[in-house]
């Protein structure tokens, strides 16, 4: 199971971080990932942190303003969002995908899916 947090109002400019806490079987053994889905579009890939070595994976769209990160000891993946824009407004779902070596970008991947975090960039 997924809680994710951390949505809100925020200027263009502004940070926000989302949190999202996993229950259940080892989360050291799971790729996390971010998606979002803005008004009338598909679901996209955001960001992703590999179980195996931590490594992690971008959107264009985002990279070099957002970070994924994660605390195993914690069953909690974060996502810093810096330097927002008005089309970063979206809501935020977690996800997870279990054992799996690699990292994933398509949503039919990820077996476990939080229930959405609203993210509102206003300009």
């Known amino acids: 199971q997924l809680q994710a947090s951390g949505g809100g109002l925020v200027q263009a400019g502004g940070s926000l971080r989302l949190s999202c806490a996993a229950s259940?079987?080892?989360?050291?053994?799971?790729?996390m990932a971010w998606f979002r889905q803005a008004p009338g579009k598909e679901r996209e890939f955001v960001a992703a942190i590999g179980w195996t070595y931590g490594r992690t994976y971008y959107a264009d769209s985002v990279k070099g303003r957002f970070t994924i990160s994660r605390d195993n000891a914690e069953s909690t993946v974060y996502l810093q969002m810096n330097s927002l824009k008005p089309e970063d407004t979206a809501l935020y779902y977690c996800a997870a995908d279990y054992n799996n070596i690699r990292v994933q970008y398509f949503l039919g991947a990820y077996e476990y899916w939080g229930q959405g975090t609203l993210v509102t960039v206003s300009s």
């Open positions: 259940g079987r080892a989360f050291s053994r799971y790729n």
